[in-house]
C-alpha cells in the first residue's frame, strides 16, 4: 500500500495564489504550511508507504521542511491528470497493490477516512472522496486506468461528475467516502479554520 500526498514547496507568492487577497502573501503561505503539516499528521498512523510528490523547491528542501522517513518525487506531468497517473504508475510498479493520493487543501480529511479508502479498495476498483466544490481530495485504485486522469477540465466543479462517469465507462465498481471541503478561495476559510483546529 502507498499513500501519495501532493503538495507544493512553501513559496510566498508560489501558494494559496487565490488567497492572496484575503489573507495577504504571507498568511497564505503560512496557511498553505500549517495545511500540509497538518495532512501529514493526519496521515502519521498509516501503516503503508507515504510518499510526498512536490513542485517548486527540491528534495533536501522538502525533507528539511516534512522530515526523513518518507519518500520524495516531483510531480512529472503538464495536467494534474498527467501527474497522477505518473504517480500511479510509479507506485504500482513498485509492487503497491493498493494505492491512494490525496492534497494538502482538504483539513477536514482524517486517518479514519485515509484507513477506509485503503479498505474499501479491496472490493472496488476506484475509490473517491468528493470535495464540496465539485472535484475531488482523495482518488484510490487497484490499478492504473488512464481514461480517468483524460479528458477531466480540471479545477472546475465537473471533475468528480466526469470522472464517474469515466468509471461508468469502463465498467468499474466505485466506492465513495463522505463529502468534505476543499480551501481553495476564501469563501472556504472558515471550512480551514474549523478543520485545523481539530486536530
Known amino acids: 500500500m502507498r499513500l501519495v500526498i501532493f ?4 513559496e510566498a507568492g508560489a501558494v494559496k495564489t487565490r488567497l492572496i487577497p484575503a489573507l495577504g502573501r504571507e498568511g497564505a503561505l503560512k496557511l498553505h ?3 500540509a503539516e497538518h495532512t501529514l499528521r493526519q496521515a ?24 526523513e522517513g518518507i519518500l520524495y518525487g516531483k510531480q ?12 500511479f504508475k510509479e507506485a504500482f510498479s ?20 485515509i484507513e477506509k479508502a485503503f479498505g474499501l479498495l479491496v472490493r472496488t476498483d476506484l475509490v473517491l472522496g468528493p470535495a464540496a466544490d465539485g472535484g475531488y481530495y ?19 466543479s465537473l471533475v468528480f461528475r466526469q470522472t464517474l462517469a469515466a468509471a461508468a465507462e469502463l465498467g468499474l ?8 471541503a476543499d480551501v481553495d478561495r476564501p469563501g472556504d476559510l472558515p471550512a480551514a479554520w474549523n478543520g485545523l483546529r481539530r486536530q
Open 7 to 10: 503538495t507544493r514547496y512553501p
Open 33 to 35: 504550511r500549517e495545511m
Open 76 to 87: 512529472e506531468g503538464r495536467t494534474l491528470g498527467e501527474k497522477l497517473a505518473h504517480a
Open 173 to 180: 465498481k466505485t466506492a465513495c467516502l463522505e463529502k468534505l
Open 94 to 113: 513498485a509492487g503497491h497493490d493498493r494505492v491512494v493520493v490525496i492534497g494538502t487543501d482538504c483539513p477536514g480529511l482524517s486517518p479514519a477516512h
Open 44 to 67: 502519521g498512523s498509516f501503516a503503508g508507504e507515504i510518499e510526498v510528490r512536490f513542485t517548486g523547491g527540491s528534495r533536501g528542501l522538502m525533507k528539511k521542511w516534512l522530515g
Open 138 to 156: 482523495l482518488i484510490g485504485l487497484r490499478r492504473l486506468y488512464e481514461e480517468l486522469l483524460q479528458d477531466i477540465t480540471w479545477g472546475s
